[in-house]
């Protein structure tokens, strides 16, 4: 049979150039892999020290850290990803229902009230973290839900509103804790310098997997969710069985990521949009395409924050929306132009 | 006579307010082309809406195949069952068309299924019908409000429902695409489909439709065939003075407006 144009791969119309993910999944692994190895040459000289420090500096901090940064990407993008889909909104971001604002005050909390035992040989904070944000996600779909639905323009401005309430605890919090500023403020700029990678990846990796796996699960119907949710409804999508498996899995990918790195911006609203740029919209590629662009750029500023200027390390936040937000100018204007 | 496909029990939907449909009853069997007029306002849309599992009515039943559709019929099934065409889709993201109407074929696919080559057969062959397919590798974003409406309507096609509902087919296309579109409904129609149309048009509506159902205010106050229904003193008091009709050179009826 003539297939003109099938499949889509070869698709190369003049309005559209898309490349296979494959090929982009496979060049972002190596890209990944160089990163991480310089990620753990650079540093500190490590010649004149003994052996066993040099094995700790290599192997408990350096090592871990860039794992965590791959995983903190690959989180927030794909966090980004299935939101951005959900809410037919390529400004969407991981922290639009929530889970953000719910993760800083609890963060914040632990800190104020010096919590120190670790849960599960997690950073108190992390901990807090965690379940602060998914707290959060879910009183957002609870507000939302009416009478056994949940509109989506509903559940955003809930998340809004939430995320408001949050940061305004999260304020009179600050005023009441000025002896904690300092820690406070490192936290919620974002930052990977953890002593205890090693365990932060144990509890966040399975987490952060497996909200992956359900969005990828759920992929088709995110696809179907672009053309309106009475669209997907008509196609034989269960609507409100799907948009309740993708909002878990955005949120505990969210909350999983904020947990261990603090708030890390831009990254979840950009990388979506670069790989659907590159591999069209198709939720099936834009989800691993997503998550691959994300570990490397994430791995990227990480080592960025760590070198730029040493010995100080400057919040990786800052380096993702310096690096982030004129990259995201500039494909806006390129799609205007076009 | 055959088994009613779809079948509304004295349906009434509401939005959060006033009932927009009031007790409406209404059987669509195989080989049956129904129009649904009526003036703006008059529920049509909702109607429609409650046909085809988007909207639970409020009292009253939707069956299909004579199962509740609410109740004992899951998304999938119907969607296999029943093909909606909406009166338009804002798509936000970059799909090309026949990515769009390949979607039609999630019904048909298991959650971990990709598209097979009888898939791919069943959107070309809907895109074919519908005079898509040179537009198969356009993005769906830069597409023409009447060239999305034929998209559109190839993904219910390639959905391979007996049934089709649509809202204003017509709207957004010029006359030729009208014509073309009503056409292929009156083919799916003959083959043994059937069809439920919201139609702004009436004389499109008597050209093709086997039933006419007139609502006003939500609720149904003729139904019949064209010739019966389209008649001056039945249209006046549901659409008001500013119409007429004379015989159509062909016999059926021609709704004209009336300029005071």
Redesign the interface.
């Known amino acids: 049979?003539d297939?003109n144009?099938?499949p889509?791969r070869f698709?190369r119309?003049a309005?559209?150039r898309r490349l296979g993910s494959g090929r982009v999944l496979a060049a972002a692994a190596g890209i990944w892999a160089a990163v991480a190895v310089v990620s753990v040459m650079a540093g500190a000289d490590l010649s004149g020290v003994s052996p066993e420090i040099r094995k700790e500096v290599l192997w408990n901090l350096r090592l871990p850290r860039v794992l965590l940064a791959a995983l903190v990407g690959a989180a927030l993008s794909t966090a980004g990803a299935v939101f951005q889909?959900l809410f037919?909104?390529?400004l969407a971001d991981p922290f639009v229902i929530g889970v953000s604002g719910g993760a800083a005050l609890a963060a914040v909390l632990s800190i104020v009230l010096g919590a120190s035992a670790t849960v599960l040989g997690l950073a108190p904070v992390a901990a807090a973290a965690f379940v602060g944000g998914l707290l959060a996600a879910g009183v957002v779909y609870r507000l939302a839900r009416v009478r056994g639905r949940v509109p989506l323009p509903t559940l955003l401005l809930a998340g809004f509103a939430v995320g408001a309430l949050a940061s305004a605890f999260l304020s009179v919090l600050l005023v009441a804790a000025s002896r904690s500023w300092s820690e406070i403020v490192l936290w919620l700029m974002g930052s990977l310098a953890h002593t205890d990678a090693w365990s932060r990846l144990r509890i966040m990796g399975p987490a952060v997997v497996l909200a992956m796996g359900l969005a990828a699960?759920y992929a088709?119907d995110l696809?179907?969710f672009?053309?309106?949710e009475?669209?997907a409804?008509?196609?034989?999508?269960?609507?409100e069985r799907a948009k309740r498996m993708l909002l878990v899995a955005g949120a505990v990918a969210t909350a999983a990521a904020v947990a261990v790195g603090g708030i890390i911006g831009f990254v979840g609203l950009v990388v979506p949009n670069l790989a659907?740029a590159l591999v069209?919209?198709?939720h099936r590629d834009v989800l691993p395409v997503s998550a691959a662009a994300g570990a490397v750029l994430v791995s990227l500023a990480d080592l960025g924050a760590r070198c730029a200027a040493p010995p100080l390390e400057l919040p990786i936040g800052a380096i993702t929306a310096l690096a982030g937000a004129p990259f995201f100018l500039w494909v806006l204007r390129r799609k205007a132009r076009s | 006579m055959k088994d009613a496909l779809l079948k509304l029990e004295s349906v009434s939907c509401a939005y959060d307010g006033p009932t927009v449909v009031e007790g409406v009853s209404l059987e669509v069997r195989a080989g049956e082309f129904v129009a649904i007029a009526g003036p703006n306002g008059s529920g049509k849309t909702t109607l429609l809406?409650a046909a085809?599992?988007?909207m639970a009515p409020r009292s009253g039943r939707v069956l299909l195949d004579g199962r509740d559709l609410y109740e004992e019929t899951?998304?999938?099934?119907?969607?296999?069952r029943l093909?909606?065409v909406?009166q338009d889709?804002?798509?936000?993201?970059?799909?090309?068309a026949?990515?769009?109407v390949l979607?039609?074929r999630?019904?048909h696919?298991g959650?971990f299924d990709a598209e097979t080559e009888r898939d791919?057969?069943a959107a070309?062959q809907a895109m074919e019908r519908t005079d898509t397919w040179e537009l198969?590798?356009?993005?769906i974003t830069?597409l023409s409000g009447g060239e999305r409406r034929r998209v559109l309507m190839a993904?219910a096609l390639a959905?391979e429902a007996q049934i089709l509902l649509l809202d204003e087919p017509t709207s957004h296309l010029d006359i030729h695409f009208q014509v073309e579109i009503l056409r292929l409904l009156k083919n799916h129609v003959d083959a043994g489909g059937a069809s439920v149309a919201v139609m702004h048009d009436l004389n499109l509506a008597a050209a093709f439709a086997s039933r006419v159902v007139l609502l006003q205010e939500g609720r149904v106050t003729g139904e019949g065939p064209p010739r019966e229904m389209l008649v001056e003193e039945k249209l006046k008091s549901v659409f008001g003075p500013h119409l007429e009709v004379r015989a159509h050179p062909d016999g059926g009826p021609l709704v004209l407006p009336r300029i005071p």
Not at chain 1, 233 to 239: K, M, P, T, Y
Not at chain 2, 89 to 96: K, N, Q, T, W
């Open positions: 049979m297939w144009g099938w889509k698709i119309n309005s559209m889909g037919r909104n390529p699960i088709r696809n179907m672009l053309l309106g009475e669209s409804r008509h196609l034989g999508v269960e609507v659907r069209g919209p198709d | 809406r085809s599992r988007a899951d998304a999938k099934s119907a969607a296999r093909a909606v909406p889709a804002v798509v936000e993201f970059d799909f090309l026949l990515e769009i979607m039609g999630y019904p696919l959650r791919r057969e070309r198969r590798d356009r993005p830069e993904r959905q």
